[in-house]
């Protein structure tokens, strides 16, 4: 019987502490971080997601200004915000949430918002820190899913890890940082020949991929560590379901995140962690 991880208890824990730490910079600097999070358009999933954001941040007394545009914002709309926003010394963080429309240059719009108030980590900046094992903004699936495996104490280094799914906002930063942690990488992709051959030999099989139950118990060693990071609806049930078939993979894995409640509070954690870090040196640039 695998062990299930709570990234929502995790999670729980961390943002006690950060409230007790928000309260007391608050005193100390006159005012509270202040995280702005923009959504163009109405896309339902995106727009629970920035609920969840907005909630999170209240709670630990983050001030969280959401603002939501019209799907037909223009790029120039949308980079005009952005300028007033970096320029806005009362602001510590900008996220805005992808995907964004199709007639919106997502690079663009990343790449303009200052490196210093990326709370995702997604500027090239902090991209290029990342990849060179400089300090910078670690994106907050990535960073999540690290705290998860600390928080059990389970060992990295010398382990066979395997990371299913190659996106720029997962696979390859958590890839990066679990390589950095002195893990044997593999990462697997849609095109992957004998998927279940190369994840069956993982000691950590981090799941990615965005395909609902992908993960087959036979396609997993006993005693594996699974982390699954998949948002999913079960075509069969309508739930919410992760990448990986919890209910047959957990009886053989060590440990399991389980979808909802795992990894996906933990992003949301890491979000304002990486708030607080930007508003704290922030507060330093100006001392
Ligand atoms: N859409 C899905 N995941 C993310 C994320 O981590 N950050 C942003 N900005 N948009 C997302």
Redo the contacts with the bound molecule.
């Keep these: 019987m695998g062990e299930i991880i709570s990234g929502k208890l995790l999670a729980k824990k961390i943002k006690e502490e950060m409230k007790l730490d928000i309260e007391k910079y608050n005193k100390l600097y006159g005012r509270a971080p202040h995280l702005v999070v923009i959504l163009v358009g109405d896309d339902e999933a995106s727009k629970s ?1 920035v609920k969840g954001k907005e909630k999170a941040s209240l709670e630990i007394g983050v001030t969280n200004t959401t603002i939501i545009m019209d799907s037909n914002t223009t790029e120039e709309e949308l980079l005009k915000l952005i300028d007033e926003l970096n320029d806005d010394d009362l602001v510590d963080g900008i ?4 995907p964004l429309p199709k007639h919106i240059d997502q690079t663009k719009v990343i790449t303009r918002i200052s490196y210093e108030k990326d709370v ?1 980590g997604f500027h090239p900046l902090n991209v290029s820190a990342l990849y060179e094992r400089r300090f910078g903004v670690i ?3 990535p960073r999540g899913i690290m705290e998860i495996l600390e928080s059990k104490k389970i060992e990295i280094s010398g382990k066979r890890v395997c990371v299913v799914g190659r996106s720029s ?1 997962v696979g390859m930063p958590v890839a990066k940082l679990l390589l950095d942690a002195n893990a044997t990488v593999t990462i697997c992709h849609s095109k992957t020949k004998n998927l279940g051959e190369i994840t069956k030999e993982a000691d950590i099989l981090v799941v990615a991929i965005g395909k609902p139950k992908y993960i087959k118990a036979d396609m997993v060693k006993a005693g594996a560590v699974v982390i699954d990071v998949g948002v999913n609806k079960d075509p069969l049930t309508g739930k919410l379901c992760g990448d990986v078939d919890f209910e047959n993979v957990e009886p053989k894995a060590s440990f399991i995140t389980k979808v909802p409640g795992g990894v996906g509070p933990m ?1 949301i954690c890491c979000l304002l962690e990486n708030t607080l870090n930007l508003y704290l040196k922030h507060m330093e640039r100006k001392d």
């Design positions: 997601y996220l805005v949430q992808l995702d994106p907050c699936t906002i992003t």
